[in-house]
């Protein structure tokens, strides 16, 4: 084992609560150690990840944001193994955000805490089952003290401490206090093999399954304080907007209505803070504010965008692509060998900008006082968070505590703490503690879209058939437009992953891009880029075997050979192991009888692709009725996502990326006409329904023995290509264009 280092002793420090319960975590500075507050079952130490009271039940701290990806049960799930307890007499609490000043600067009390990219689990593995080592430890070497013996006498099982030379076992909450005065230990106490694991690995509930599934769960929205005000914003109409003058006389009449007054946005070409200039309304209820936003009579500025409309998006990306663009990756000799070439097959495909859409919309509450700023809120991120509400108030960051509730979804859209910004600012100009809450129509008329973009994509085939050139050129909005010091040459690197298949396995390959800058703000979703690349690259996979008459299974198999490792720089690296992406191939390809003859208008459709980290692959059967109506039959999907931690919540997050990509593959886009977005709610932006998603619905597993990875982002890139490739063997129809829409029933009619 590795020694401890003074800073990680600082994250693994040992301490007593008021009601003599030892608890385990960090770190040792004073700040931390007066974290002292009351529980229904006493006092105790919040900012410390593990509390075992002397009755023996533990309560673990989770440290990241919990947006539905499982983490909340994931990360204790890593303590306990380690600490060698019964996962029935664990609690969980979530921690706040654990910011210290110290003389050196700010440092983070509970580590990093923010998720996104699938990397709660991953960038915490080794810290916490560190943790629960050395609570274990420390648990034993007071046992062995206890009875003069060595430590290495001693042994653990189930919340008890067992020693040669004692007929009995010692409960952990005996030893609590004495484990509590101990010194921690130079280096790292050794790790469970995998193997030994009781815990980690094994099908556990989400630990507030119960309060899901009977409503008792707290969201954001669900917060409620003593004097809390409502807020709502009226926003401009069109991109980047601002409001010329307000009329408020109707609005203040409103019953409720407290104050109503502007808010700044930030100009035009100005990185991103808050969203949009607008009027803020506050009220006593949220009916109130509703009612006093519609009563506003607001002249607009239209702005520099007022011209914007999808159709010049995508006319400009077209002629676009008719020019060169910036050459972002070029292996071996692509110009020779397009023109050697027997054969070049190229097609374009189109990708439209989309909105997150979380089933909670965006809401915070923020109490700002002339000292201290307390923000409650559904936040990916929560050191964004405290940093937006640091920029408003102008408050120190050690003066902004942020707590942070369940997500009701998050896909990236709270990654930006724009809401954050806005309540704080509302809060500060009252000077009452404010609830700002958005509606749907908000949600999606003001959202980070993922960027739309058409795709042009081109191989060289050789006498063989084998692909022999390669070339992905791409005109879209970068997600990176208007981040601050962000050079122009770098803003292709949120839309283009240049090791991503099939880099490397072509050897003449080359990437190109070209921005467009509509004014439409643009941010991550799902698997930032990767789902609109999966769609590009699975599609035209297909395509090259059509046209070269190859199996389109074969042809990806051939492509991607042997398992190795091979270099990966891009998110989920350092690797890709080919190997693993052809398992998962074959295996959904096995489920679903491939091979298997099937009648007329009856296709089977397969993709797969690496993120993240992680590998997974989808199998879809469709029906293309004789009107153009599709129905989807069965569909098998499978993931590779290292060590399964928590099996349970791995299934629930593929089953919800399937979803999730069926629902986006076939109707939803954001369309601009004029400088205003189209779409207002899930009427003209829809949702799957039940009635999408067939009964013969598998999720699989394929376990490894490797570091575990985040899965949240890996099982949506396969799903559009997926199903349109199963529409194409079904029916001769090629869908080149996402959404799906009224494609297939117009192909169908002609």
């Given at each position: 084992?590795?020694q401890?280092?003074q800073g990680?002793?600082?994250?693994?420090?040992?301490?007593?609560t008021?009601?003599g319960?030892?608890v385990?975590?960090?770190?040792?500075?004073?700040?931390?150690?007066?974290?002292?507050?009351?529980?229904?079952?006493g006092?105790?130490?919040?900012?410390?990840?593990?509390?075992?009271?002397?009755?023996?039940?533990?309560i673990i701290?989770?440290?990241?944001?919990?947006?539905?990806?499982?983490?909340?049960?994931?990360?204790?799930?890593?303590?306990?193994?380690?600490?060698?307890v019964?996962?029935?007499?664990?609690?969980?609490?979530?921690?706040?955000?654990?910011?210290?000043?110290?003389?050196?600067?700010?440092?983070w009390?509970?580590g990093?805490?923010?998720v996104?990219?699938?990397?709660?689990?991953?960038?915490?593995w080794?810290?916490?089952?560190?943790?629960?080592?050395?609570a274990?430890?420390?648990?034993i070497?007071?046992?062995?003290?206890?009875?003069d013996?060595p430590p290495?006498?001693?042994?653990?099982?189930?919340g008890?401490?067992?020693?040669?030379?004692?007929p009995?076992?010692?409960?952990?909450?005996?030893?609590v206090?004495?484990?509590?005065?101990?010194?921690?230990?130079e280096?790292?106490p050794?790790?469970?093999?995998?193997?030994?694991?009781?815990?980690?690995?094994?099908?556990?509930?989400?630990?507030?399954?119960?309060?899901?599934?009977t409503g008792?769960?707290?969201y954001?929205?669900d917060?409620?304080?003593?004097?809390?005000r409502?807020?709502?914003?009226?926003?401009?109409?069109?991109?980047?907007?601002?409001?010329?003058?307000?009329?408020?006389?109707?609005?203040?009449?409103?019953?409720?209505?407290?104050?109503?007054f502007?808010?700044?946005?930030p100009?035009?070409?100005?990185?991103?803070?808050?969203l949009?200039?607008?009027?803020a309304?506050?009220?006593?209820?949220t009916?109130?504010a509703?009612?006093?936003?519609?009563?506003?009579?607001v002249?607009?500025?239209a702005?520099?965008?007022?011209?914007?409309?999808?159709?010049?998006?995508?006319r400009?990306?077209e002629?676009m692509?008719?020019?060169?663009?910036?050459?972002?990756?070029d292996?071996?000799?692509?110009?020779?060998?397009m023109?050697?070439?027997?054969?070049?097959?190229?097609?374009?495909?189109?990708?439209?900008?989309?909105?997150?859409q979380p089933?909670?919309?965006?809401?915070?509450y923020?109490?700002?006082?002339?000292?201290?700023?307390?923000?409650?809120?559904?936040?990916?991120?929560?050191?964004?968070?405290s940093?937006?509400?640091?920029?408003?108030?102008?408050?120190p960051?050690?003066?902004?505590h942020?707590?942070m509730?369940?997500?009701?979804?998050?896909f990236?859209?709270?990654?930006?703490?724009?809401?954050?910004?806005?309540?704080?600012?509302?809060?500060?100009?009252?000077?009452?503690p404010?609830?700002?809450?958005?509606t749907?129509e908000?949600e999606?008329?003001?959202d980070?879209?993922r960027?739309?973009?058409?795709?042009?994509?081109?191989?060289?085939?050789?006498?063989?058939?084998?692909v022999?050139?390669?070339?992905q050129r791409?005109?879209?909005g970068?997600?990176y437009?208007?981040?601050?010091?962000?050079?122009?040459?770098?803003?292709?690197?949120s839309?283009?992953?240049?090791d991503?298949?099939?880099?490397?396995?072509?050897?003449n390959?080359?990437?190109?891009?070209?921005?467009?800058?509509?004014?439409l703000?643009?941010g991550?979703?799902?698997?930032?880029?990767?789902?609109?690349?999966?769609?590009?690259?699975?599609?035209?996979l297909?395509?090259?075997?059509?046209?070269?008459?190859?199996?389109?299974?074969?042809?990806?198999?051939?492509?991607?050979?042997?398992?190795?490792?091979?270099?990966y720089s891009?998110?989920?690296?350092?690797?890709f192991?080919?190997?693993?992406?052809?398992?998962?191939?074959?295996?959904?390809?096995?489920?679903i009888?491939?091979?298997?003859?099937?009648?007329?208008?009856?296709g089977?459709?397969?993709?797969?692709h690496?993120?993240?980290?992680?590998?997974?692959?989808?199998a879809?059967?469709?029906?293309v009725?004789?009107?153009g109506?599709?129905?989807?039959?069965?569909?098998?999907?499978a993931?590779?996502?290292?060590?399964?931690?928590h099996?349970?919540a791995?299934?629930?997050?593929?089953q919800?990326?399937?979803v999730?990509?069926?629902?986006t593959?076939?109707?939803q886009?954001?369309?601009?006409?004029?400088?205003?977005v189209?779409?207002?709610?899930?009427?003209?932006?829809?949702?799957?329904?039940?009635?999408h998603?067939?009964?013969?619905?598998?999720?699989?597993?394929?376990?490894?023995?490797?570091?575990?990875t985040?899965v949240?982002?890996i099982g949506?890139?396969?799903?559009?290509?997926?199903?349109?490739?199963?529409i194409?063997?079904?029916?001769?129809?090629r869908?080149?264009?996402l959404?799906?829409?009224?494609?297939?029933?117009?192909?169908?009619?002609s």
């Amino acid at each position: 084992m590795g020694q401890l280092d003074q800073g990680r002793r600082h994250f693994l420090i040992a301490g007593m609560t008021i009601s003599g319960s030892m608890v385990m975590g960090f770190p040792a500075f004073p700040s931390a150690r007066a974290e002292i507050s009351a529980g229904t079952e006493g006092h105790r130490q919040i900012g410390f990840f593990v509390e075992i009271s002397p009755d023996g039940n533990v309560i673990i701290g989770s440290n990241q944001p919990e947006i539905g990806q499982g983490i909340r049960t994931a990360l204790p799930m890593l303590i306990a193994e380690e600490l060698d307890v019964e996962w029935s007499r664990v609690s969980v609490r979530q921690m706040p955000l654990g910011l210290l000043k110290t003389p050196e600067g700010y440092s983070w009390k509970y580590g990093g805490q923010g998720v996104g990219g699938s990397t709660g689990l991953t960038n915490n593995w080794d810290f916490m089952r560190e943790v629960g080592a050395t609570a274990r430890h420390q648990l034993i070497r007071a046992a062995a003290a206890r009875l003069d013996v060595p430590p290495e006498a001693c042994s653990t099982t189930a919340g008890y401490v067992l020693c040669d030379s004692a007929p009995d076992k010692i409960a952990y909450g005996d030893l609590v206090e004495d484990a509590a005065r101990l010194n921690m230990p130079e280096e790292v106490p050794p790790l469970k093999a995998l193997r030994d694991h009781r815990i980690v690995g094994t099908r556990r509930n989400t630990v507030d399954a119960h309060d899901l599934v009977t409503g008792k769960a707290k969201y954001g929205l669900d917060t409620d304080r003593p004097d809390m005000r409502i807020a709502m914003i009226a926003r401009s109409p069109t991109l980047n907007g601002k409001p010329v003058s307000f009329d408020a006389t109707a609005a203040r009449e409103i019953d409720g209505v407290l104050d109503v007054f502007e808010v700044e946005g930030p100009a035009p070409d100005d990185p991103y803070f808050i969203l949009a200039s607008g009027i803020a309304v506050v009220a006593t209820s949220t009916w109130a504010a509703i009612k006093g936003r519609d009563a506003l009579v607001v002249e607009w500025d239209a702005g520099p965008n007022a011209d914007d409309s999808s159709e010049k998006f995508w006319r400009q990306n077209e002629e676009m692509l008719e020019s060169t663009g910036q050459v972002v990756a070029d292996d071996g000799d692509f110009d020779a060998a397009m023109t050697s070439a027997s054969k070049i097959i190229e097609h374009r495909y189109e990708v439209p900008f989309v909105s997150h859409q979380p089933m909670e919309p965006q809401n915070c509450y923020a109490h700002v006082t002339a000292e201290q700023c307390h923000i409650i809120a559904p936040t990916q991120m929560p050191a964004g968070a405290s940093r937006a509400a640091e920029a408003v108030t102008g408050l120190p960051r050690e003066n902004i505590h942020v707590e942070m509730t369940r997500v009701g979804g998050g896909f990236g859209r709270r990654l930006t703490n724009d809401y954050v910004a806005e309540a704080a600012i509302i809060s500060k100009r009252t000077g009452w503690p404010i609830k700002l809450v958005w509606t749907r129509e908000d949600e999606v008329r003001n959202d980070f879209y993922r960027p739309g973009g058409l795709h042009e994509v081109r191989a060289g085939i050789g006498d063989d058939g084998e692909v022999v050139a390669w070339t992905q050129r791409l005109a879209s909005g970068s997600k990176y437009f208007r981040r601050p010091n962000m050079p122009d040459e770098n803003l292709w690197r949120s839309e283009l992953y240049p090791d991503d298949f099939p880099r490397r396995f072509v050897e003449n390959f080359r990437l190109e891009y070209f921005h467009n800058a509509i004014g439409l703000p643009r941010g991550s979703w799902r698997a930032p880029a990767h789902t609109a690349n999966a769609f590009v690259v699975q599609s035209f996979l297909d395509e090259l075997a059509y046209e070269t008459g190859q199996d389109p299974l074969a042809l990806r198999l051939a492509l991607l050979g042997d398992a190795r490792e091979l270099e990966y720089s891009g998110h989920g690296g350092p690797t890709f192991n080919p190997g693993r992406l052809t398992k998962l191939l074959k295996f959904v390809a096995k489920r679903i009888d491939y091979s298997k003859q099937r009648q007329p208008g009856r296709g089977v459709g397969i993709a797969a692709h690496f993120t993240f980290g992680g590998y997974a692959a989808h199998a879809m059967e469709v029906v293309v009725h004789a009107d153009g109506r599709l129905t989807i039959e069965r569909i098998v999907a499978a993931m590779d996502c290292g060590l399964a931690v928590h099996p349970n919540a791995v299934e629930a997050q593929i089953q919800g990326a399937t979803v999730d990509g069926i629902s986006t593959a076939l109707g939803q886009q954001i369309t601009v006409q004029d400088g205003q977005v189209q779409q207002s709610n899930f009427h003209d932006y829809p949702l799957a329904r039940i009635s999408h998603i067939p009964d013969a619905f598998e999720a699989h597993i394929l376990p490894h023995d490797d570091t575990p990875t985040g899965v949240g982002e890996i099982g949506i890139p396969p799903v559009a290509p997926a199903l349109t490739n199963a529409i194409f063997a079904a029916s001769g129809v090629r869908i080149r264009r996402l959404p799906i829409g009224d494609q297939l029933r117009d192909a169908m009619a002609s």
